[in-house]
């Protein structure tokens, strides 16, 4: 685990700082002409994100997120990885994997022309190999400018073929939930978690009244969030990612939780790009995978 002193050397004058944030977490604070946002070193979390033509943040975070050490942070792009959801035979395993939960490493930082890039790199240790006991480096590169993107790469560097489910687990601000409209999944088929997984096909664009909890499977192509209310279209291109998991706890799941507040969900739609399901991924020995996105928002 690096400490503050050791990230300086990653800072870059006028556009990348890092400071100790809530909790004791370390932070990277982005600024430059195209964009604003934030990374915990935890988790190699992007926790904000909006571009300077916005008014209102592009990624979402709780006002109730718990900043913790071990603790995932409500909101942001949480990084699931090595598998997604609960664990295929360990019900002990933490959901969704380890990753968004431990601290990454800085290993390179660039600026210039309006963007400010940050890569970061998952260490091996003690919580990884009971877990995960395979040689799988996995860095996650993430590039600030009027657009925010984020490429998660993984190297399966052992002798045989693993099974790897992963996501970027995005949080986007909406103004008001019932007014908004997802579209790019007409023609999809989805797993309904909300009625034991019941697989359906999405035959118009998605509107919303509450919990919702859905894995499109084989759903490659770029989605929009039109939110009327703001006037604006967030959108969500992305590759190296064949599923698309839509979900918002509702007013009950999100008072369970705890790290919302009451009217918290309404403000909120995750929309993320992943390999999970039907799609889980098989690395070949020696074979790199990516899964890249780029959000970004215009006027609707």
């Not at 033509?53 to 979402?60: H, L, M, Y």
């Not at 890039?117 to 996995?138: I, M, S």
Request: charged share 20%; hydrophobic share 40%; with cysteine.
């Amino acid at each position: 685990m690096q400490d503050l002193a050791a990230l300086q050397a990653f800072a870059i004058p006028g556009q990348l700082t890092f400071r100790s944030g809530p909790g004791g977490l370390i932070f990277a604070d982005i600024e430059n002409p195209g964009g604003v946002a934030s990374v915990c070193m935890q988790g190699a979390h992007c926790t904000t994100f909006r571009p300077r033509a916005q008014s209102e943040p592009v990624v979402w975070l709780s006002e109730s997120a718990r900043f913790a050490s071990g603790r995932s942070i409500r909101g942001g792009v949480p990084v699931c990885w090595p598998w997604f959801g609960a664990h295929p035979t360990e019900e002990t395993f933490p959901a969704h994997g380890f990753a968004r939960a431990l601290s990454w490493d800085v290993v390179d930082s660039a600026g210039g022309q309006g963007a400010t890039e940050l890569c970061l790199r998952l260490p091996p240790g003690a919580t990884t190999r009971a877990q995960w006991p395979h040689d799988t480096p996995v860095e996650l590169r993430i590039r600030v400018a009027d657009t925010l993107e984020i490429a998660l790469t993984t190297r399966n560097a052992t002798a045989i073929p693993l099974s790897v489910g992963e996501a970027l687990h995005a949080y986007f601000y909406v103004r008001d939930l019932a007014e908004v409209e997802l579209d790019g999944l007409e023609g999809c088929t989805y797993l309904d978690k909300t009625e034991g997984f019941a697989r359906k096909r999405q035959d118009a664009p998605l509107r919303f009244d509450g919990e919702i909890d859905r894995v499109y499977v084989h759903a490659w192509g770029e989605c929009a969030i039109v939110d009327a209310r703001l006037r604006r279209r967030i959108r969500i291109a992305k590759q190296g990612s064949a599923s698309t998991v839509v979900w918002n706890p509702g007013h009950d799941k999100a008072a369970a939780l705890g790290d919302f507040t009451p009217t918290g969900w309404r403000n909120m739609l995750c929309v993320e790009s992943a390999n999970a399901a039907d799609d889980v991924l098989t690395l070949k020995p020696g074979q790199t995978h990516t899964l890249a996105v780029r959000y970004s928002a215009e006027a609707a």
